[in-house]
């Protein structure tokens, strides 16, 4: 017994070392897998305000570009709004239909941290469970598609952005109708790929993807890239590079989807997944 | 280990840890190089200090590291990694003192090469760990590779870089 207990003694450097790594290893395992359930992320108060105080001073130094962004993204809403309401002349019918509100409406928010360097990127953004966000909400910015929300805290929130190796995302090639699902392979943040095209659709770089509107997280034909390189290696699908049409580097302004639809597509996939009796 | 050391270990772990967070969270040189100047932290620890404390420090550090990265753990493993293995590798290079004697294992006390290959090996270890526990497939492990080894460089540079200033701010009192 003693002997045990001598020879524990003489380890212990390595033993409480194999300790500490399993700890890290659980740690990894179960925080990683569930990244909704747990406190210790950047949308956790501190770090979160922290975050932001660092933003706050780096935010002065590409003022201007984010500025040419914001006036390039009100320009383009100026001309949907003209177009629309030339549209509304010809049309004057006023149909009082539910389906024909918006089904959507848009929070602006701001980067406090943002990640390219890793395969699985993080967002974090400076409204929280207090500004109405909840979980699985979708994020967009002026350019296009940029991820979805997985956890709030009260003022702060944290989401995959689409420069996650985990997070698929269906989209539509906007030409074809092609729907596929949008992937990041985790190698370069200007890039992702474009899974699950199948052959019988011509293809062509410079084609644009968007979000199909099948998840109900995106309203549909939100821009996500333009195709970069298709590879046709005679397989069933094509290999698509999607240049994507956010720049993640220089990322500022996001806006929140709330969709108003979403409860009630849920509930009724809920009722499709209940086994029947 | 003396007061006066200690406040300088402080020192070190707040200059590092605000590098890291702030300078250097996002940097990746030529998309391959990043820098993890906070390993700094765990190589600079005084030389008296027993292995399961700073086997505890390390831990902590990581855990910090962790939470502005957004990746529970990983930083942390790779932490407590170095920490174990530091007083193995500071034996592995020819030495211009003697490494009992040294309060802190850097530039000043063993030589500015020295310094170097010593920081290399702990931060290519540091950057193995952490791109292959991070990687998801195969296919891109050559890519993975050419990120340990740019990055493990890089952090090592920049540490005896950073141990030399020190060093020489000492020489000039």
């Known amino acids: 017994m003693i002997n045990l207990l001598r020879f524990l003694y003489d380890k212990r450097n390595f033993l409480f070392f194999v300790l500490l790594e399993v700890l890290c290893g659980w740690l990894i395992f179960t925080f990683n897998k569930y990244q909704g359930a747990f406190y210790f992320n950047s949308s956790n108060a501190v770090v979160g305000n922290v975050l932001s105080a660092n933003r706050n001073f780096t935010s002065y130094f590409d003022l201007q570009d984010q500025n040419d962004k914001l006036v390039l993204e009100n320009v383009a809403l100026r001309t949907l709004l003209e177009q629309e309401k030339k549209q509304r002349k010809i049309e004057p019918m006023t149909v009082a239909d539910s389906a024909r509100k918006a089904a959507f409406d848009f929070i602006p928010a701001r980067v406090v941290k943002n990640s390219l360097t890793d395969t699985k990127n993080f967002i974090t953004i400076d409204k929280g469970s207090a500004d109405g966000l909840m979980p699985h909400m979708g994020l967009i910015g002026p350019q296009g598609l940029v991820g979805e929300i997985k956890y709030c805290s009260e003022h702060y929130s944290t989401g995959f952005s689409i420069l996650h190796v985990k997070n698929g995302l269906s989209a539509k090639l906007s030409r074809s109708g092609a729907i596929g699902s949008v992937e990041w392979d985790g190698v370069d943040a200007r890039f992702a790929k474009l899974n699950y095209i199948g052959r019988h659709y011509f293809i062509q770089p410079g084609d644009t993807v968007v979000t199909s509107g099948f998840n109900a997280v995106f309203p549909a034909g939100l821009p996500i890239g333009v195709v970069e390189k298709v590879n046709d290696d005679n397989q069933s699908f094509y290999n698509i590079k999607v240049r994507l049409a956010t720049d993640f580097g220089s990322l500022d302004h996001v806006y929140v989807i709330r969709s108003k639809a979403k409860p009630e597509i849920d509930s009724l996939e809920v009722k499709l997944d209940k086994p029947k009796k | ?173």
């Open chain 2, 1 to 173: 280990m003396g007061p006066a050391q200690i406040i300088r270990y402080i020192a070190h772990v707040f200059i590092l840890l605000f590098m890291q967070l702030f300078l250097f969270r996002d940097t990746a040189l030529l998309g391959y190089a990043y820098i993890f100047v906070h390993i700094g932290a765990i190589l600079l620890l005084p030389t008296d200090t027993t292995p399961i404390l700073s086997m505890i420090i390390a831990f902590c550090l990581g855990f910090l590291i962790d939470m502005f990265y957004d990746t529970i753990g990983l930083h942390a493993a790779a932490c407590v990694l170095i920490a174990f293995i530091r007083p193995r590798v500071v034996g592995l290079f020819s030495v211009q003192g003697e490494l009992n004697s040294m309060p802190e294992y850097n530039v000043e006390s063993g030589g500015a090469l020295w310094f170097f290959q010593f920081a290399l090996v702990s931060s290519f270890v540091y950057c193995s760990l952490l791109f292959i526990l991070e990687s998801t497939s195969i296919t891109i492990f050559f890519y993975s590779l050419l990120k340990i080894i740019a990055s493990s460089l890089v952090t090592a540079l920049f540490l005896t870089m950073y141990s030399y200033l020190w060093a020489s701010r000492s020489k000039r009192r």
